[in-house]
């Protein structure tokens, strides 16, 4: 391939970042287009209100959701429950309110915001569109979540122009063609940098950062701005006087080591020296999906049998709609369960012809249930279903999977992880 700069001047590391923005609002705002620019929040309960504003006032009409008019949307201000926000348009968050608020809490900063409630589906397939979007253009992408990813532009045409903005240009406007949907992109060095650029001009906007501009552009920034500083580490880090990544550079990184630790302390320094040669990793298919769940109360299994039936076959019912919707059959079931010494076990059995059925997922799971003891009480159980193919392969070996990466996408929810 020729080589878009000259053979003396090496390609720069060029990483982008993009993350769509308000995600699950934005894709609420498709169907309902009468509300664009209006504070809109989503949070609550189910999606009732569609069929509540599809019939209309009396009950009775079949309205177009495009022409049900703004006023028959529900508003904040009658909104009662402990319902916490998952997101919010721009128009709503120029008066304070954004994710994870109270409801009733948002109700006082914008009563007339319009809830809706999100459409975990529709979400889905959105994230497919806009990520099949990006790896047409460039197909070193790494999947970090429902609304973003990582994408290495460094060989890709366009990917060193302006530093990066030509190639964003072109994924914007493409993700925009196919979807509607708008994202804003971070390009830098490194994903470290990119993750924070791609905030500085949301939304619907590039920015692009070079190594020289550490000092000026990211110093700067508080500290738990950086992806990895979390709550916890980000008041420690106060509590030593410590609020910005230029204050964590100025730190001497074995007083760092003393503070946190032998690998989190050496971390915190480079990553403040802007720091980070971890590489955009191509998504691979996942090799199995999972559901897992704590139980509130430590369960026994003849004690709690009941309840604790109700919970596995909920959890195999939820295993068999995540395989269903993201087109997977598995042949391979297991369970995890931990006891209420927080030691874990682990059992599965393989079987003849892959399955996406929640009843036969019950039962190869309920009999791997019978080959771990259950003398003392579970805190934790978990199914998972492995050896994953797309339905309809022809031969089963072209449908077989690759090891998923260290970041398989786990479905949304709360009971979610792989394992
Ligand atoms: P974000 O990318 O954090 O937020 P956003 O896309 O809504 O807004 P922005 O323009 O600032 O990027 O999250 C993506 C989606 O994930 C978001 O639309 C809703 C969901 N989400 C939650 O479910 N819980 C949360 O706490 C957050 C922050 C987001
Ligand atoms: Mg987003
Ligand atoms: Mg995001």
Redesign the pocket.
Known sequence: MAAVTAPDKPLLRRIAHL???????SVELLRYPQLKGLPVV?GGGRRRVDELLLRGPDGTQERERRFIPVEDFPLLKDYVGRGVI??ATYAARQFGVG??MGMMKAARLCPQAIVLP?DFEEVRRFSRTFKEAITEIAPVMQDR????VYIDFTDVPGGQREGGRVLARLIQKSIFDKTGLTC?IGVAPNRLLAKMAS?FN??NGISVVYAEDLQETIWPLGVRKVNGIGPKAGEKLARLGIETIGQLAAQDPQWLIGHFGKSTGAWMHRVAWGRDDSPVVTESEPVSMSRETTFDRDLHAVHDRAELGAIFTDLCQRVAQDLQRKGYVGRTIGIKLRYDDFRSVTRDQTIPDPTHDPATIRRVAGLCLKRVPLERRLRLLGVRVGGLTRPGAEHPDEGRLQPAGAHGSAPAGTTAELF
């Open positions: 993350d769509m923005d308000a995600f699950y609002a989503i998952t997101t994710s994870a999100v979540g429902v609304d973003e804003s905030e949301k939304p």
